[in-house]
């Protein structure tokens, strides 16, 4: 009798299991997931545009160098870094002309303007740094020369962004073409004087702008592995009203820099 009531309950425990249909238990993954469409964040950002820290600093390379200006010290670099290595796989040459940038993309071209007696030179963006405060490009020694700079050591400059370039093959030779840009000196300018991964804190800052009477807006955005609420003040139409802008930010305490959309 015993065994017959077992049977009774299996069979009816096996009736209601099967008449529910199929049962999935999730469970919480330690890894994250990504869309279909979207590619795992380490494969899609290229490493000279990943995040990177030096001296317990993080440096967040730019999207695009379109409309970037920066004043401040130069200084350069010679025979004990030459044949090294720099950041994006090159070898450094003192004598080409090229530079370092903490945050400009690789390949971007500058001109590079000595503010202390005139001197211009251009120069291509190929490494990292340099990471001593106040100075803003580290540049080889033939720019060095070019800007009047090496026996002084340092010089206080302005960079701007000329364009960024990609290499292409042309009668079998690899060569150098600037992509495509917008005119930099007009268009809708603003001044970036944060980027944050909290959007409390970007609304925070964005609303004292607001408050300052200081036209402000919030854009996000996706770097591959993280969002960024970047926090931009308008600046007007013109280039030159932009860097007016800029500077009354800085000198209010809200360092940043110019964009243009």
Known sequence: MTRLYISIFILIVFLLSSCGGPRVTSYPSRYPSYPPSKKAPGRKVPGTQRPYVIKGKRYYPLPSAEGFVEQGIASWYGRKFHGRKTSNGERYNMYSRT??????????????????NGRESIVRINDRG?????????????????????????????????????????????????LPH????????????GS???????????????SLGKRTVLQLYDRGDSFFYRVQVSAGNTLTAAKSVEKRLSNDGYPGFVIAR
Do not use: C, W, Y
């Not at 701007?160 to 042309?170: H, K, M, P, R």
């Open 130 to 178: 340099p990471f001593i405060r106040g100075r803003v490009i580290d540049l080889s020694l033939t720019t060095a020369k070019e800007l009047g700079i090496v026996k002084k050591g340092t010089a206080r400059v302005r960079i701007t962004a000329l364009g960024e370039t990609t290499s292409i093959v042309q009668n079998n030779k690899k060569v150098e073409r600037f």
């Open 196 to 210: 944050f991964q909290n959007k409390t804190n970007a609304v925070r800052l964005k609303n004292k702008m607001q």
């Open 182 to 193: 917008k005119d930099f000196n007009s268009g809708d300018f603003f001044v970036q004087i």
């Open 99 to 116: 530079a370092a940038h903490k945050t400009l993309p690789m390949n971007t071209h500058l001109l590079v303007q000595n503010l202390e």
